[in-house]
């Protein structure tokens, strides 16, 4: 009996101590960062839009939003070097409407 209650008191201070640590991390925001977070929502449509299916502003309307920047792989120098490559031999995209090359103009 005596050891059944030293665990009931022992599973009871270790519950206490865990709920103090998970509050510890509970800090309340203030309104001014509650408001930067709403207006970062509102920009970069992250709100739910539709309660039901869960769907943000961003799913539903995706032309009104800016999609994120693709990071490039190649460096700045590698795109310079390719660069220089195609205006040498000739494959640097001259018309953007027909995508002829410089070397398809010249030849015609």
Do not use: C, H, W
């Amino acid at each position: 009996m005596k050891n059944v209650r030293n665990s009931v008191i022992a599973l009871a201070l270790t519950a206490i101590a865990a709920g103090s640590v998970f509050a510890a991390d509970m800090t309340p925001k203030t309104r001014d960062q509650v408001r930067a977070e709403l207006a970062q929502a509102q920009r970069d449509g992250t709100l739910i839009s539709d309660g039901q299916t869960g769907k943000t502003f961003r799913d539903q309307f995706p032309g009104s939003y800016m999609q994120p920047a693709a990071s490039s792989t190649v460096s700045r120098d590698q795109v310079r070097a390719e660069l220089m490559e195609a205006q040498r031999n000739g494959t640097l995209v001259a018309d953007g409407q027909t995508g002829a090359t410089f070397r398809q103009i010249r030849s015609n």
